[in-house]
């Protein structure tokens, strides 16, 4: 999707309808500095209120995705390639996600293991030791929660018995068993508990 191509096109509809920036804000409960970093090409509007931005604007999500006015002759045509670009649009944001999670991980595996080398030849038993082990070891585990937190929001999760794809929880995918990104989840689908592997889109 162009950004840029989406703003000028939300622009012209706007002024189109005989609405100023300030009165499309309010009519969708928003600031007018959104509207105008939209039509700057710099943001896309949340999908929360497309609908009503394109209600106001008298344009389908189609057109609006699209950045034109869609004839209905290729409309079909339109159509499937916005949902094509879309999905490339979400697998490049997964794979973002997944290469922070796997950097924050042997990144902080890395400083973790040199804090408590470096701590247990340099120092001798005493507090001063104990507080560095406790304050290193916490530190790894949040960014191991932060790196999980990653790994569930980047894709889906492809069931192996009938290969649903599914988003599953924060709780289940930390207590499931796993190997790598794989992970041992009960399918919302079919029920059935198996190995779950990651996928980047639908």
């Not at 779950?196 to 639908?202: E, F, Q």
Request: proline letters at 1%; one cysteine or more.
């Amino acid at each position: 999707m162009n950004q840029v191509k989406i703003g000028k096109f939300i622009a012209e509809c706007r002024k189109k309808n005989n609405l100023t920036q300030m009165q499309l804000a309010e009519k969708l409960n928003i600031t007018d500095r959104a509207i105008s970093k939209w039509e700057n090409g710099k943001a896309m509007p949340d999908s929360s209120i497309m609908l009503d931005l394109c209600n106001e604007l008298k344009i389908s999500v189609n057109e609006l995705l699209s950045g034109e006015m869609i004839d209905m002759n290729n409309y079909n045509e339109i159509a499937e390639k916005t949902l094509l670009e879309m999905s490339k649009k979400e697998e490049r944001q997964n794979k973002r996600l997944m290469m922070s999670m796997w950097t924050i991980l042997i990144t902080n595996t890395i400083f973790y293991i040199g804090i408590l080398l470096l701590a247990l030849n340099t120092l001798k038993e005493g507090i001063m030791l104990g507080a560095i082990i406790c304050i290193s070891t916490i530190v790894f585990l949040i960014a191991g929660f932060i790196g999980l937190k990653f790994e569930v929001d980047a894709g889906y999760y492809e069931c192996k018995n009938c290969h649903h794809k599914f988003v599953p929880t924060y709780k289940e995918v930390m207590f499931a068993t796993h190997l790598a990104t794989k992970r041992h989840l009960k399918c919302p689908k079919c029920h059935k508990r198996s190995w779950a592997k990651k996928v980047m889109s639908k």
